[in-house]
């Protein structure tokens, strides 16, 4: 059975950072590109960021990029996004996902295959 769980959702303050982490389990974690999305009230779910299977490319949308940073340990089936400067608008449930690729194609945000429930990060201004 597939699991994926993420955590270290917060609520910090205008620029501040945060660590998120995903584990996934129950799937051969080294062959899959991984993202991460989110969610705010209201609105649609966006594509955040993609690594691909190795750790050699990645993707961000345009509004996190130069202040988010994702990461992944295969030894240890973790994926991270580093978030810095982090902005009120960042506000979202974020979540986790595995790809069913290894590489963050042009479709990389529908190639999703597994995901995580969420973890909550809230940013005060």
């Known amino acids: 059975q597939v699991q994926v769980v993420e955590s270290g959702g917060d609520l910090v303050q205008a620029g501040e950072s945060l660590r998120l982490s995903c584990t996934a389990s129950?799937?051969?974690?080294?062959?899959?590109?991984m993202a991460w999305f989110r969610q705010a009230p209201g609105k649609e779910r966006e594509g955040v960021s993609c690594?691909?299977?190795?750790?050699?490319?990645?993707v961000y949308t345009d509004s996190v990029k130069g202040r988010f940073t994702i990461s992944r340990d295969n030894a240890k089936n973790t994926l991270y996004l580093q978030m810095n400067s982090l902005k009120p608008e960042d506000t979202a449930m974020y979540y986790c996902a595995a790809s069913r690729r290894a590489l963050c194609g042009t479709s990389w945000d529908r190639d999703l295959k597994y995901w995580g429930v969420g973890t909550q990060v809230t940013v005060s201004s």
């Open positions: 129950g799937l051969t974690f080294v062959n899959a590109a």
């Open positions: 690594i691909s299977w190795n750790g050699g490319s990645t």
